[in-house]
T-cell receptor, first 113, second 114 residues
Framework: AQSVTQLDSHVSVSEGTPVLLRCNYS??????LFWYVQHPNKGLQLLLK??????LVKGINGFEAEFKKSETSFHLTKPSAHMSDAAEYFC???????????FGAGTILRVKS | DAGITQSPRYKITETGRQVTLMCHQT?????MFWYRQDLGHGLRLIYY???????DKGEVPDGYVVSRSKTENFPLTLESATRSQTSVYFC?????????????FGPGTRLLVL
């Protein structure tokens, strides 16, 4: 069975400083891992995904994540936060028949000016 | 290019009433999913469908019914709404089953059960 733990429910950064959103996973399979973003009152949008190719994955809007099997982690980073990055971020693991996704509880990112 | 749409976007109903949430996608994706989003739980899978006339339960199916008579539509029915079903509901679709496939989400339906 798969599970995902997002280690911080809220993260606050200043504009222009780095962003780190932490995610640990557990999976019986070789997992696919995703980060989705949800802006207020909007649907979810895919930021990036890991599918057993390169361990460092680049996504949209300057985000990237590194798959570390030994640490069972898939942390999301961005070198310099922008006000428009304020949103809720979900780490997701996929596996098993039917492409079912298992979501973490989410991390709300606040960006201060 | 409408993508995936949900209706209504907002709904208020009363305990015991039947409510149907609609989901429509224009990509002809095989797989469709219904999730509910509640504070502290992320998204949880209610039901999913692999193709027309093929549906299966997810993590939290109790109190919900789905059907898939056409590939592009996947309605979710609350047969007798309860307050615990107050939530935001998201529909999603993906082209093929498989660990690498991305799911595309609709904008969500906010449901309040009084």
């Amino acid at each position: 069975a798969q599970s995902v733990t997002q280690l911080d429910s809220h993260v606050s950064v200043s504009e222009g400083t780095p962003v780190l959103l932490r995610c640990n996973y557990s999976s019986s399979y070789s997992p696919s891992l995703f980060w989705y973003v949800q802006h207020p009152n909007k649907g979810l949008q895919l930021l990036l995904k890991y599918t057993s190719a390169a361990t460092l994955v680049k996504g949209i809007n300057g985000f990237e994540a590194e798959f570390k099997k030994s640490e069972t982690s898939f942390h999301l980073t961005k070198p310099s936060a922008h006000m428009s990055d304020a949103a809720e971020y979900f780490c997701v693991v996929s596996g098993g028949y039917g492409n079912k996704l298992v979501f973490g509880a989410g991390t709300i990112l606040r960006v201060k000016s | 290019d409408a993508g995936i749409t949900q209706s209504p976007r907002y709904k208020i109903t009363e305990t015991g009433r039947q409510v149907t949430l609609m989901c429509h996608q224009t990509w002809s994706h095989s797989y469709m999913f219904w999730y509910r989003q509640d504070l502290g739980h992320g998204l949880r899978l209610i039901y999913y469908s692999a193709a027309a006339d093929i549906t299966d339960k997810g993590e939290v199916p109790d109190g919900y019914v789905v059907s898939r008579s056409k590939t592009e539509n996947f309605p979710l029915t609350l047969e007798s709404a309860t307050r615990s079903q107050t939530s935001v509901y998201f529909c999603a679709s993906s082209e093929e089953p498989g660990l690498q496939e991305t799911q595309y989400f609709g904008p969500g339906t906010r449901l309040l059960v009084l």
